[in-house]
Structure formats: C-alpha cells, structure tokens
C-alpha cells in the first residue's frame, strides 16, 4: 500500500499591491514572492518558530517591481531591490538545508512575482498591457506559510519583519 504523502507548503512574501497584475491565480494565493517551495510537508511548531526567528532578524523593507521577465512556461514581474529576497530565501534554506529552492532544481535564486503560469510566451500587447502598469511600488511586511488544501490554498501562519 502505497503511503499518502500531503503536498508541499510554500513560505512568501504577500504582495498586494501587484494584484491588478496577476491574472486567475490559484484559491487562497495572493500575489507574491516566492521565498522557498517545496517547504514542510506537514507544519509543526518548529517551522512556526523557525520562520518568527528568521523574521525577527529582518526588517520590512521597500521594493518597486520594475521589469517583466519570462521563464518557460511562467510571465514574471522583477522585484528591484532583490537582494532582500535573496537574503531571506538563504536564511530560511540555511535553517532547513534539506528544503532547497524549488527543490535545489535551479542554481541560483531570482526573486520574481508569478504573473501567469502555463501559455506561450507574451504577446507585444499582453507585454505592453504589464508594462503600462510599471513600476508598482510595494513594501514588504510579513512572511506568509500557505498550506493547500485540495481547492487552492490557505494561510497556515502569518508573522511579521520586525528586526529591531
């Protein structure tokens, strides 16, 4: 008999004010950066204190997403400053090294808010439809735990930048 095995949470940073630039996205996701998927299968106290500790560290700051990008498959907007990001990604990997980026898939880490998943690349409309909206200046606060649950997802812990 084969063991059921829950799906992967995902740790973020919530980016509201990116949401007239999303399009569909899943139940229950907002917009925003991804700080590290696949996370804990099953969340326990430990990753809860685990992830206030690496949020007291680290103070909210600003950032403005300014460029559209594409992966295969995924239409992306950059957030500039990233290196906040990619700090925060480190801190969490660095606590939980078995839980790497998207599964330790890709080499290095580039902090991008999803747009579309799925599709060809940008038509010069639909890329010029995004760029219009450019740059959205956004303000990092708190680091969000989405659990799915069958139908999308839910939030599991919400815990604020505080560093002192």
Known sequence: MKRFRPPATAVVIPVPAAAPAVAGTEPGMPPHVTLLWPFARRVRDPHRRGLAAIAGRHEPFDFALTRVGEFPGVVYLAPEPAAPFVTLVRAIADTWPRHQPYGGAYPDVIPHLTVRLGGGPLTDDERAQLEALL????????????TPDGAGWREDYRVPLTSA
């Open 135 to 146: 740059p959205i200046r956004c303000h990092a606060t708190e680091i969000l735990l989405l």
